[in-house]
């Protein structure tokens, strides 16, 4: 896939999140209803010619509405047992006895004082093409993603796992881009360096890591940091050992 590069950087301000198309049985009882899956692509767009589209990168979330499944009587259990990711993720942030989050975790999310968290809002893959890497394109979907989301959404979880280190099957199942796509052969980190680089790049925008997990949380009521500040980070971090910005702004998933 050839994708060319914007020619000022300045350009990634107007990125944007695209939704592809969504479709609901409307007579479905399954406990999967309520883990809604949503999927797109994250663009770029001239904002006068409202022309010229780029493919920037992909994401991938899903919203476990655990309001819903209480009213109906379906228990958080088989709500993530939906899909393995998000078993995963229930099986170490949530009190299994209880079906809630765990206290250790609401305090990491909010400090002593958190509020009910139903909804859960889960960034599960987001994976940015190689052209467009180091520009914070990444952080700002996210922020898109949690503010579109937060209505709904008691608190925000993903998994930082760097997507080079996942398995040959997870990689031929990938939906995003083809693997020569997102050249994952330029990281020469270990897996231990880029989870912890891509862990602090994601506090930028807020993250809080949850102690010996890879998952980190955070609350989507704070004001997130705008463009502005998250390019100036960008910037300020872009002179690694290596001399390739690319190694900072690492393609990450939730997959194990």
């Known amino acids: 896939m050839v994708q060319r590069a914007l020619t000022d950087p300045d350009e990634y301000r107007w990125c944007h999140v695209?939704?592809?198309e969504r479709i609901v049985l409307a007579?479905?009882?399954?406990?999967?209803?309520?883990?809604?899956?949503?999927?797109?692509r994250i663009e770029w767009e001239d904002p006068e010619r409202r022309e010229s589209n780029v493919t920037l990168g992909a994401f991938s979330v899903y919203l476990a509405d655990l309001v819903g499944a209480m009213t109906e009587g379906v228990s958080a259990f088989d709500v993530f047992d939906t899909a393995q990711s998000t078993f995963d993720l229930f099986q170490t942030l949530f009190d299994l006895e209880q079906y809630e989050l765990l206290d250790s975790v609401k305090r990491l999310a909010f400090g002593e004082e958190y509020p009910l968290t139903e909804g859960v809002l889960i960034l599960d893959r987001l994976t940015i093409l190689p052209?467009?890497?180091?520009?914070?394109v990444g952080l700002l979907a996210m922020k898109a993603l949690v503010e579109q989301f937060r209505a709904a959404a008691g608190i925000v979880v993903l998994k930082a796992f760097p997507l080079q280190f996942e398995g040959g099957s997870s990689r031929n199942e990938d939906k995003d881009f083809r693997e020569a796509d997102l050249e994952l052969e330029s990281f020469t980190v270990s897996s231990r360096t880029a989870?912890?680089?891509l862990k602090k790049h994601y506090s930028r925008i807020g993250?809080?890591?949850?102690?010996?997990?890879?998952?980190?949380?955070?609350?989507?009521?704070?004001?997130?940091?705008?463009y502005d500040a998250l390019v100036a980070r960008t910037e300020?971090?872009?002179v690694v050992k290596t001399g390739r910005r690319r190694n900072l702004t690492v393609v990450t998933s939730s997959r194990p």
Request: proline content about 8%; hydrophobic content about 30%; charged content about 30%.
């Open 18 to 20: 695209k939704f592809l």
């Open 27 to 40: 007579e479905d009882d399954e406990p999967s209803r309520f883990l809604q899956h949503w999927h797109g």
């Open 131 to 136: 052209a467009h890497r180091g520009h914070a």
């Open 195 to 197: 989870t912890s680089k």
């Open 207 to 226: 993250f809080v890591s949850v102690p010996r997990t890879e998952y980190m949380v955070l609350d989507p009521s704070r004001k997130l940091p705008d």
């Open 236 to 238: 300020s971090l872009s």
